[in-house]
Nanobody
Framework: QVQLVESGGGLVQPGGSLRLSCAASGSIFSINAMGWYRQAPGKQRELVARITSGGNIYYTDSVKGRFTISRDDAKNTVYLQMNSLKPEDTAVYYC???????????????WGQGTQVTVSS
């Protein structure tokens, strides 16, 4: 099992910045990747950014150039630095970790509790 604890959400004006943190504990040696999803009211949850154990990084198009995902292996923590925030970035942000196992690559997902990010003037 993997436990994820998020922090860092809040209210910010358009153009502002926030940094989200996600601390992992438990069977972290088995994690293949960690990332951030978000879900706005009435919309599906979407992948925002992900970093794999090998250091490969993915960003959804709408955040490229504005958001940066990073990790601190000594602290088992992943960060999402969000700059130039826009009202459309408003959502609940969820930390995610997954592991793949078995011959066919069965996937186990683990989720944090979610943290609200509101971008408004």
């Amino acid at each position: 099992q993997v436990q994820l604890v998020e922090s860092g959400g809040g209210l910010v004006q358009p153009g502002g910045s926030l940094r989200l943190s996600c601390a992992a504990s438990g069977s972290i040696f088995s994690i293949n990747a960690m990332g951030w999803y978000r879900q706005a009211p009435g919309k599906q949850r979407e992948l925002v950014a992900r970093i794999t154990s090998g250091g490969n990084i993915y960003y959804t198009d709408s955040v490229k150039g504005r958001f940066t995902i990073s990790r601190d292996d000594a602290k088992n923590t992943v960060y999402l630095q969000m700059n130039s925030l826009k009202p459309e970035d408003t959502a609940v942000y969820y930390c995610n970790a997954y592991r793949l196992y078995g011959v066919v690559g069965t996937r186990d997902d683990y989720w944090g509790q979610g943290t609200q990010v509101t971008v408004s003037s």
